[in-house]
């Protein structure tokens, strides 16, 4: 971790510098602990996109704009639930590269990155597209840094975005969360067709026994760096196979192990978190390997490469996925605050609108606060 957050301090330190020296010769703007550089020269890529079937983008966006409601909804119920078991963390701070204490889930750094920059680029898209479908300018268009946070904006023209139909304006603000959705489930697609038919195909697994828990069933028997080829006469291969070799196992049970170290047979023990259930006291991992086909056709560096593109996948479902349910609480500056700010205004005045959306956003901030912090708290990093 310390490593990592080293990097983040000399790109802070790079970008920076870099930016106040040449700050006229890049056309860059500074705005506090912002670095935007603007450009024209992805407008007619947006009004290309934008023009090509209106009717598509405006009936899926007349579809996302529930869909972003239901979701700011379950967003924000699933911040309350995770109160009533604050000890373990369930919401995270998100930094790629660095594991936060307390946090369940780690995101690796060059995948996390990567994800990172299409969740940006793909919600800001989607912002564009949408506004030019509705005949809405766009001002600028960009990319910067947010501190050392990488990010991209469109920028509508706010007098066409007032003139337009309050519908009009929740399609806009819908549509970064909404093409979010829709870049996560192509990942996951891919990801799926990748892992399920793509890598078994190129690919063999082993599973290689990784520790063995002193005085267990397996302590003096099984040994850490063994590769388990069959268990009870089922070939191992994934976790698929290995659950259905243990699945029927019972405690007592002589289970016989063949590794590419011998046969080893093992009495199966109680486990000590349920004695129901069957124990062998090791920690295990898969290893993928090319299959001899594999290298003969493609070389050795091609089929990595498809590994990596299939973790990559999975980061980009899961941060598209996860950033754009975030982007659509009711909090004012998101998204979701502003898509909350409209539906109130077709039912009440400006006055009862400002007061709710603003209790709306500090209930909301609140709750991310304290699902995020507490855990800190109560494993005394703070």
Do not use: C
Not at 29 to 54: F, H, W, Y
Not at 202 to 217: G, T
């Amino acid at each position: 971790m310390v490593n990592v957050l080293w990097y983040y301090a000399i790109g802070f330190v790079l970008i920076w510098t870099i930016s106040l020296l040449f700050r006229k010769h890049l056309k860059i703007d500074i705005e506090g602990p912002l670095i935007m550089r603007r450009t024209g020269k992805l407008r007619d890529l947006i009004e290309s996109i934008a023009q090509k079937s209106p009717k598509f983008w405006r009936w899926s966006m007349n579809v996302g704009i529930p869909v972003a409601v239901l979701f700011m909804i379950v967003t924000l119920g699933l911040l309350i639930i995770a109160l009533q078991n604050l000890n373990q963390a369930q919401v995270s701070l998100i930094i790629p590269g660095v594991q936060v204490p307390g946090s369940p889930i780690f995101v690796p750094f060059s995948y996390g990155i990567l994800a990172l920059i299409t969740v940006i680029v793909v919600h800001e898209f989607g912002h564009g597209i949408i506004a030019r479908m509705e005949k809405i300018r766009i001002k600028s268009i960009g990319v910067g840094i947010l501190a050392i946070i990488p990010m991209a904006f469109v920028e509508p023209n706010e007098e066409d975005i007032e003139k337009s139909s309050r519908l009009s304006k929740l399609r806009v603000f819908s549509a970064g969360s909404i093409f979010n959705f829709g870049f996560a489930a192509i990942a996951l697609l891919l990801f799926y067709i990748l892992s399920l038919f793509i890598i078994p195909i190129a690919f063999d697994s082993s599973m290689e026994i990784m520790s063995v828990v002193p005085n267990s069933p397996s302590a003096g028997v099984l040994q850490p760096g063994m590769i388990i080829q069959n268990i009870n006469g089922y070939k191992i291969t994934d976790l698929n196979s290995f659950n259905k070799a243990t699945g029927s196992v019972k405690v007592g049970d002589l289970v016989t192990f063949q590794t590419n170290e011998g046969t080893f047979t093992v009495k199966a023990g109680p486990n000590p978190s349920n004695p129901k259930m069957h124990f062998f006291g090791i920690s295990s991992q898969f290893n993928l390997y090319p299959k001899n086909g594999t290298t003969k056709t493609f070389g050795s560096t091609l089929p990595w490469i498809l590994i990596d593109l299939t973790t990559l996948l999975q980061w980009i479902f899961v941060l598209n996925f996860g950033i754009g349910s975030f982007n659509l609480l009711p909090i004012g500056p998101l998204d979701g605050g502003q898509i909350f700010r409209e539906l109130l205004s077709y039912v009440t005045g400006q006055n009862v609108v400002k007061t709710i959306t603003n209790f709306m956003s500090i209930f909301s901030i609140a709750l991310i606060v304290i699902n995020v912090v507490y855990p800190f708290i109560h494993s005394g990093v703070i």
